[in-house]
């Protein structure tokens, strides 16, 4: 059974999309699964079907492939972002626990459980980015890896 998929890593280092891939490019460069590391074939020239990446392997797990594309995309995007000056915001949830009297949300009792949303700039906050980097602090080993000089770490 045949496998497809829509991005690859080309030899040049860079993860591309089959629509980024030309027949020329094709002929010049080779690419490899981002799940299992095989050999895969780019079959641009088609007519009854969509471009694709496609190689035979039958132990290509399709979610490996997915954890590995997911964690290059994002490095990618933080180094292309940063190198243009373009934020990369975040928005989350912040969950609000202040057990005081007088709540910031005009409660009358201690205030528990009370969320307001927050945006990070992680450009702004974090230099560095890892990938499979071990913690020396934590013994841990997070897929991504955001760190700055205070040492501040954020795990993807």
Do not use: W
């Amino acid at each position: 059974m045949s496998i497809t998929y829509q991005y690859a890593q080309s030899d040049d280092g860079s993860v591309k999309h089959v629509s980024q891939v030309t027949v020329e490019y094709r002929k010049s460069h080779l690419f490899t699964c981002l799940g299992c590391g095989s050999k895969l074939e780019a079959v641009v020239n088609v007519t009854k079907r969509l471009p694709h990446f496609r190689h035979s392997e039958s132990k290509c797990s399709f979610e490996t492939y997915l954890h590995q594309l997911g964690k290059k995309l994002f490095k990618e995007l933080f180094e292309k972002n940063r190198m243009l000056g373009i934020p990369l915001t975040v928005d989350y949830e912040i969950e609000h626990q202040c057990g005081i009297e007088k709540c910031k949300y005009g409660k009358r009792e201690k205030c528990y459980g009370q969320s307001e949303k927050a945006k990070i700039d992680l450009l702004e906050k974090f230099k560095s980015i890892e990938v499979e980097k071990y913690d020396l602090a934590t013994g841990l080993t997070p897929d991504i890896l955001l760190s700055n000089a205070y040492d501040d770490k954020l795990y993807v």
